[in-house]
């Protein structure tokens, strides 16, 4: 299987409900790189939003993103262990 890179986007001082929602998706996908050995994680923090365009692959600035191999899969919302893994067994082909 191919590497697959999963980068998870987030602001430095995020408001609550980004907090939780990037709480929960950092836990799936923490779960997912462990029964997956083709599995890359990068978390990037950013100081400012005006630093978002540095994210190579980063569309909408809504945060936390997910990105899959500089593919943005998500933009503020959450994103299951069930869709993560189909993104990674279609991408690791």
């Known amino acids: 299987m191919r590497k697959v890179k999963i980068t998870l986007v987030s602001?430095?001082?995020p408001c609550t409900a980004c907090n939780i929602i990037y709480g929960?998706?950092?836990e799936t996908v923490e779960k997912v790189q462990?029964?997956?050995s083709n599995v890359?994680?990068?978390l990037v923090e950013l100081e400012h939003i005006k630093e978002a365009s540095k994210v190579e692959g980063?569309?909408?600035?809504?945060?936390?993103?997910?990105l899959v191999n500089n593919e943005q899969i998500t933009a503020g919302s959450l994103l299951t262990k069930?869709?993560?893994?189909s993104i990674i067994?279609?991408?690791g082909i």
């Open 11 to 13: 602001l430095k001082d």
């Open 58 to 66: 980063l569309e909408v600035e809504k945060f936390p993103a997910v």
């Open 24 to 26: 929960l998706i950092k």
């Open 89 to 91: 067994q279609m991408e």
């Open 82 to 85: 069930r869709q993560l893994v």
């Open 40 to 42: 890359e994680v990068e």
């Open 34 to 36: 462990k029964e997956y």
